[in-house]
């Protein structure tokens, strides 16, 4: 079960840190601590500089990984 758990962990770095520099849609569920956080149609947590509204797909782009997603900016 270990390394099973530790398998899909690392599975999900890479997936977040191949988002970095990529454009992604992403649907905003809520805003919290000044940035706009939602899920990218691959599943990859996004903490977004920029105003979006909970509910709405906006682009964006990842610009570094950042605690269980990625940091970017709405563009």
């Known amino acids: 079960m270990a390394r099973a758990l530790a398998a899909a962990e690392a599975a999900a770095r890479r997936a977040r840190l191949d988002a970095v520099g990529r454009r992604a849609h992403v649907l905003i569920e ?31 782009v990842a610009e570094a990984a950042h605690r269980d997603g990625v940091r970017g900016r709405i563009v």
């Open 30 to 60: 809520d805003r919290h601590d000044g940035l706009s956080r939602g899920y990218s149609s691959e599943y990859i947590r996004y903490y977004l500089s920029g105003e979006a509204r909970p509910g709405q797909l906006v682009g964006a």
